[in-house]
C-alpha cells in the first residue's frame, strides 16, 4: 500500500500558538517513531510507540511536546505554546516490529515555521 | 551514549567515481547499521541494513560494511551517477530508537 504520509507538509505558526502535525503509518506496522531534523542537525529522536502505548518518550524536549497514537495507527504531535527553537522538519516512521532490527520507513516530514 | 560520526560532511565528485563514505558509532554492542539516503525535502529511504552478525551487504552499485569490532561502517557506491546526489545518513540501532549521524552531502557533477 501506500508509504508513510504526513500532514501538513508545510505549516507556518505564529510563536505561542498551538500546532498539531499527523502521521498516518503503513498499514499493519506496529511500531511509529517521531524524529526532528533541524537545520544542520542530525535527527533528533521525539518518541516511540509500540501499537497505541509509548513505551519511550524520552526524546519529547519539554512538557510542550505531547504525542499520542489511536487504534495502533494515526498518530499526533503536538506542540503547544510553539517557539521559534520548535522550528524544524518533524519526521515519522513506521516499522513493521519494534525495537531492534527493524528497518524503518519514513514520511516527507511536516516543515514547521514559528514566526 | 552512543555517538555516531560520519565523515565527510560534505563531497563533490565528478560522475563515473567509486567513492566511499565513511561512519563510526562510539559504543560497539548494536543489533544493526542502517545506511538512508534523503533527497532535499524528503524524508529518508532506507538503502542497506545490516545485522551486527553480518560483515556486508550489497543492493546494486551500493555496498556497505560493518566491522562492529571497531565501531565501522562505509557505503562504497560504484560508478557514481548525478542521481545520487543526496544526503547519506548512517544509523545505529542499540535497542530503539535508532541513533543518527549528521549525514554526508554527496554531489555528484556530470
Known amino acids: 500500500g501506500a508509504g508513510v504520509s504526513q500532514s501538513p507538509s508545510n505549516k507556518v505558526t505564529e510563536k505561542g500558538k498551538d500546532v498539531e502535525l499527523r502521521c498516518d503509518p503503513i498499514?499493519?506496522?506496529?511500531?511509529l517513531y517521531w524524529y526532528r531534523q533541524s537545520l544542520g542537525q542530525g535527527l533528533e529522536f521525539l518518541i516511540y510507540f509500540q501499537g497505541n502505548s509509548a513505551p519511550d518518550k524520552s526524546g519529547l524536549p519539554s512538557d510542550r511536546f505531547s504525542a499520542e497514537r489511536t487504534g495502533g495507527s494515526v498518530s499526533t504531535l503536538t506542540i503547544q505554546r510553539t517557539q521559534q527553537e520548535d522550528s524544524a522538519v518533524y519526521l515519522c516512521a513506521s516499522s513493521p516490529l519494534g525495537g531492534r532490527g527493524a528497518p524503518l520507513h519514513f514520511g516527507n516530514g511536516t516543515r514547521l515555521t514559528v514566526t | 551514549k552512543q555517538e555516531v560520526t560520519q565523515i565527510p560532511a560534505a563531497l563533490s565528485v565528478p560522475e563515473g567515481e567509486n567513492l566511499v563514505l565513511n561512519c563510526s558509532f562510539t559504543d560497539s554492542a548494536i543489533y544493526n547499521l542502517q545506511w538512508f539516503r534523503q533527497d532535499p525535502g524528503k524524508g529518508l529511504t532506507s538503502l542497506l541494513l545490516?545485522?551486527?552478525?553480518?560483515r556486508e551487504q550489497t543492493s546494486g552499485r551500493l555496498n556497505a560494511s560493518l566491522d562492529k569490532s571497531s565501531g565501522r561502517s562505509t557505503l562504497y557506491i560504484a560508478a557514481s551517477q548525478p542521481g545520487d546526489s543526496a544526503t547519506y545518513l548512517c544509523a545505529v540501532s542499540p535497542a530503539s530508537p535508532l541513533v543518527f549521524g549528521k549525514g554526508t552531502r554527496l554531489s555528484v557533477i556530470a
Open positions: 498499514s499493519g506496522h506496529t511500531a
Open positions: 545490516i545485522q551486527s552478525s553480518q
